[in-house]
């Protein structure tokens, strides 16, 4: 009843356009009021002595906690299925059964696409924020790395784990956004106020060198891939025919290190995920297995044995060979060199310069673009049974289009499409996304032509 209270008190001393508005929150972000489990059977019932700093700034706001969502465990998942609390089950669903919401936020997708809360926060590090937006048709937002303060979140990825949020529409976004972004000193990797002012300048400077509203769409043609399924070629096709009618230059850009990204990403998420899991042992955290464990071994074997999920463990297993002194050189620092080409590619292509570093890998001979636009996903949501007979590499694979942006920090954005030639062709097709990236530290382009597609998508119907 006192946290009821407060919240109502809240609301009543606040005004804003958070003001009593149920937003849910991703159990992998700690919340004083509820359990922060991360899914697993490791921190079931635990308890954080505080709240994250993106909850304080909601409340501060006068928004209102309505609970906490399922995702894979520790994030760790496309589909939302590796949970001690079982699968996520989309709202949508086929003949074959219940589809994918897609991972690892999907909780927080389809707590805002079946209207239980206004908006919900999900964590992104390779695309677990916009997958699960594209699956359940809504928008969901990947802001630049470092604009969200990361303190209170359960690390997966340290150098990529980014707050992202899920809501029906960009200006919902825009509004949580707005609350929740900033320097907060207790996160390291927080962007400082200095480098915001710097962010800003070029921001604003790149602004002002636009010729009127018009865009240079950048069409990057290493996301056109064989594996791409013919709905999501057409809704992608569409969406550049609307905008070029509209008067935007359509560009056609390569991406070379794009085809390497995925397999750098995974190198380096579960590297990072083998360290940061490494205190979930039931003696710094987590729950302890009952008994002595087993003969003539650690202490904690049996815990993270019993307490981590198989996806979890191989993870840790993986990032730990890759991480050791004979694999080191060949796959963790091979996965870093590939990562600093991703964000290269992306530099050689926005018009916009990168604010964080001095000097820019552009082609002057090259065209500039001030977005690029791709699918978000290669497929439509699969059903949950399909999952079961895909192997780890192949529900990697769902990630492609996402895990880019991430390695290089940028922004971007998943808005849903249906296509069709009429209406009700249009319902009964499943919803595609279509992705908006950005360079860094240009989000609130990305928000505000997000708004302006989705106008445009909703008169072209």
Known sequence: MGNLCYGIATQISQNTPLTGKLIAVKDNICTIDFP????????????????????????????????????????????????????????????????????????????VAT????????????????LPAAYTGIVGFKPSYGLVSRYGVVAYANSMDTIGILAPDSNTIRDV???????????????????LQ?????????????????????????????????????????????????????????????????????????????SNLAKYDGVRYGNRAKGKGVPGNVLFATTRGEGLGEEVRKRILLGAYSLSASAIDNYFIQAQKVRRLVQQDFDRVFAMDNPLISRCFQDPASEKVDLLLTPTAPSSPPTLASLTSQSSVETYRDDVMTVPA?????????????????????????????????????????????RDLEKLLQDSQ
């Not at 209207?115 to 916009?130: F, I, K, M, P, Y």
């Not at 009127?212 to 070629?233: D, F, T």
């Not at 920090?409 to 849903?416: E, K, R, V």
Request: proline fraction near 4%; charge should be negative.
């Open 36 to 111: 922060t489990t991360c899914a697993s059977a490791i921190l079931k019932g635990f308890q954080s002595p505080y709240n994250a700093h993106v909850i304080q700034k909601l409340e501060d706001a006068g928004a209102i906690i309505a609970g906490k969502t399922n995702l894979d465990e520790f994030g760790m998942g496309s589909h939302s299925t590796h949970s001690a609390f079982g699968a996520v089950h989309n709202a949508l669903a086929t003949e074959g059964g219940p589809l994918s919401a897609g991972g690892s936020s999907g909780g927080s997708a389809v707590a």
């Open 115 to 130: 209207e239980q809360c206004w908006a919900a926060l999900g964590t992104d590090t390779g695309g677990s924020v916009r």
């Open 177 to 195: 956004f707005d609350q929740i972004r900033g320097y907060d000193a207790l996160d390291p990797t927080s962007v400082h106020p200095n480098t």
């Open 198 to 274: 710097r962010i800003h300048k070029t921001v604003k400077s790149n602004s002002a060198n636009r010729k009127g509203k018009s865009l240079r769409i950048g069409v990057p043609k290493e996301y056109n891939i064989e594996e791409l399924q013919p709905v999501v070629r057409s809704a992608w096709l569409e969406v550049l025919l609307l905008l070029q009618v509209e008067g935007h230059s359509i560009i056609s850009v390569s991406l070379p290190a794009t085809e390497l990204a995925l397999s750098a990403y995974y190198v380096i998420a579960q590297a990072e995920a083998s």
């Open 406 to 450: 991430s390695l290089a920090g940028l922004p971007a954005i998943s808005l849903p499409v249906s296509i069709g030639c009429n209406q009700e062709e249009k319902q009964q097709t499943s919803p595609v996304g279509i992705q908006l990236i950005a360079q860094y530290g240009d989000d609130d382009v990305v928000l505000e032509f997000a």
